[in-house]
């Protein structure tokens, strides 16, 4: 009982310090400069998140791109939506499409790249607060509260069973 709140509350620090770096990464890229890019290849990949319990798990579509472009003359490739966010989730096959789609990402398109002008290997298709930010941040969040919800009803169980043993 006590080991699984552990684990629930590192589980809540991880999701909170990834949280805390993403927003970093969003505020840095503010200053980042824009090229042309190209989109190399775009894919929606099924996945499966594991719940502990086969019947349970959850399945998801990954949506993921690589585009191309070129600063001062040197071409450099990139993977990122947003800063810090190389993949995006959907629920559906068709929400994943329709995404690409309504973005205009699709094999051998032109497209707008941000990149850090002091380290151009640090790039995204968007900068700043974005919505694919906001909802990476938002599941990150909804994560680690239910994390310490658990941790925190561990622990009251705990609490009580060992009233019990008095």
């Known amino acids: 009982m006590i080991l699984s709140s552990i684990g629930s509350l590192v589980g809540a620090v991880y999701y909170r310090s990834k949280i805390a770096l993403l927003d970093r990464e969003v505020d840095l890229s503010y200053s980042w400069e824009k090229a042309k890019g190209r989109i190399v290849t775009t894919s929606v990949v099924e996945e499966i ?4 319990d086969e019947t349970n798990d959850d399945i998801y579509y990954a949506i993921k791109i ?3 472009f070129s600063v001062s003359g040197n071409s450099y490739v990139g993977a990122a939506f ?4 190389f993949q995006l989730n959907k629920d559906s096959e068709e929400q ?3 995404y690409l ?7 051998n398109s032109e497209t707008d790249v941000y990149f850090d002008p002091r380290n151009p290997k640090v790039s995204a298709l968007k900068k700043g607060y974005c919505e694919e930010v ?3 941040r938002n599941s990150d969040e909804r994560d680690s509260y239910s994390l310490i919800a658990a941790s925190v009803v561990c622990i009251v169980i705990g609490i009580v069973l060992l009233s019990l043993l008095d």
């Open 49 to 52: 998140a594991r719940t502990g």
């Open 66 to 68: 690589k585009y191309s």
């Open 82 to 85: 947003a800063p810090g966010l």
């Open 96 to 98: 994943a499409k329709q």
């Open 101 to 107: 789609i309504n973005n205009n990402y699709h094999d």
């Open 134 to 136: 906001e909802e990476q």
